[in-house]
């Protein structure tokens, strides 16, 4: 549990995150991080549309750049978007000028007020500069679609087991996940739907 749902202490750490939304509305949020990719991005799309359900896309900024396409197509089809910095990069493993000016390359192309760090992990000075500009949003649940230990049916499982009024849960738009996605994201959706949860994006 302390991977799938974070630890209350991060949740102190970066108290002005979303890490779950309103605990009263049986609502909850679809977010996949590190896209656009073709390997995977129109599945994920193509499986939305079908349910009619919307989601949040935190993509990469390298990423948006090579595959504009994608990147519009998601916009399109209402889509919410975020940013996940330019080359997906830890904040603990850089300054906040090398950190903050990735993030800022990132929203050169993808121009949004949200942004997801990566790994969920940032430097308290980057928190602080974060917060000032932007919509943090974290996660309440992480399906872990992107372990090799992990099968689809895990993956169903941890929506199953840890999801609530409220979460947000994530999923990713990568070669790890897709494979297994294929199957849990719609198994997931449909779960969803029957437990009469509706689906929102942030706004």
């Known amino acids: 549990m302390f991977i799938e749902q974070p630890a209350i202490y991060l949740r102190w750490l970066y108290p002005r995150a979303y890490w779950r939304m309103d605990r009263r509305e ?7 991080d590190d896209g656009p990719i073709p390997e995977s991005t129109p599945f994920l799309l193509d499986t939305l549309r079908h349910y009619g359900v ?7 900024g390298d990423n948006v750049r090579k595959y504009p396409e994608l990147f519009q197509q998601i916009k399109d089809e209402g889509h919410q978007i975020g940013n996940h910095t ?22 050169a192309y993808i121009q949004s007020h949200f942004v997801r760090p990566p790994h969920g992990w940032m430097r308290h000075d980057q ?18 679609d992107y372990s090799r230990w992990m099968s689809a049916k895990d993956v169903l499982n941890n929506v199953k087991r840890y999801t ?3 979460s947000i849960i994530t999923f990713h738009d990568s070669l790890k996940a897709v494979g297994k996605l294929q ?5 997931s959706i449909e779960w969803l739907k029957d437990q009469g949860y509706e689906f929102k994006t942030f706004q």
């Not at 330019?86 to 929203?107: C, D, M, P, Q, W």
């Not at 199957?183 to 198994?187: C, G, S, Y």
């Open 183 to 187: 199957t849990a994201l719609p198994a």
């Open 54 to 60: 919307k989601a949040t896309f935190f993509m990469v």
């Open 164 to 166: 609530r009024p409220g």
């Open 86 to 107: 330019h080359n997906h990069i830890s904040g603990f493993r850089h300054t906040l000028r090398t950190y903050s000016y990735n993030v800022e390359k990132a929203n």
């Open 127 to 144: 928190y602080v500069w974060l917060s000032r500009k932007y919509k943090i949003v974290m996660w309440d649940v992480v399906t872990r």
């Open 26 to 32: 049986r609502a909850v949020y679809l977010t996949f």
